[in-house]
């Protein structure tokens, strides 16, 4: 089954409001993990990734938390952006380390 | 330097076609992942290759479904006899080593 997954399908919010994203996870053993960003007809991008031996990681405006107790990741977005609109997926490395493996996705919807 | 590419991006094919993805990994990328998206899904992993191996194809059908990465040229993804069930999209990354992995475009492709 799938390693990763994310909590609600669809998340709306004003532009400039903050964006909380949440993923969870049950390979206790998985230690890397990572956020995607796919805008419509395109690839994922990557937006950031998190250790196991990290708690927190911050980039820009964007900030990943891992709590491995209770297995959960979420992403938040601060000042959320119309460009920010897109579905996020998190996604965790397989146990051979060869492929990532995919949540199905939040759609994040900006408005103006 | 040029991100990955895939061509074509839109492919329709009649049940019973062949269908070839090509994938171009980025300059100085030896390793290239494919992956397939259902609609309202998440990417599958497929198959992972270096040049000229393929290193793991646990996500690949048994049948119908071949992949390979030539020591010239791009890597292909072959697909057989195809059925309506193989409508999807599907895309290529690569990566330097084994960690982060850039995505294409992907190629969207559709059984008529």
Redesign the interface.
């Known amino acids: 089954g799938e390693s990763v997954g994310l909590h609600l399908p669809t998340l709306s919010v004003q532009e400039g409001d903050n964006s909380i994203i949440n993923c969870a996870y049950s390979n206790s053993a998985s230690d890397y993990f990572i956020w995607y960003k796919q805008e419509s007809g395109k690839g994922p991008q990557f937006i950031i990734d998190i250790r196991s031996n990290m708690d927190k990681r911050q980039g820009q405006r964007v900030t990943v938390l891992l709590n491995k107790t209770v297995k959960h990741l979420s992403l938040q977005i601060a000042a959320t952006q119309p460009g920010d609109s897109a579905v996020y997926f998190c996604a965790d490395l397989n146990q051979a380390g060869t492929a990532l493996i995919f949540g199905k996705g939040t759609t994040l919807s900006v408005s103006s | 330097n040029a991100g990955?590419m895939q061509n074509p991006r839109h492919l329709v094919r009649r049940r019973g076609q062949e269908a070839r993805l090509r994938c171009s990994p980025m300059k100085g990328h030896s390793h290239v992942?494919w992956?397939r998206q259902l609609p309202?899904?998440?990417?599958?992993?497929m198959v992972?290759l270096q040049k000229e191996n393929i290193?793991?194809e646990?996500?690949m059908p048994k049948e119908r479904f071949s992949a390979e990465f030539p020591k010239e040229g791009p890597s292909i993804l072959r697909i057989q006899q195809v059925v309506r069930g193989d409508s999807a999209a599907y895309?290529c990354?690569s990566s330097p080593n084994?960690g982060?992995?850039?995505?294409?475009?992907?190629t969207r492709l559709t059984v008529l």
């Open positions: 990955v992942y992956y309202e899904e998440g990417l599958k992993f992972y290193i793991d646990s996500g895309f990354a084994t982060e992995q850039f995505f294409g475009p992907g």
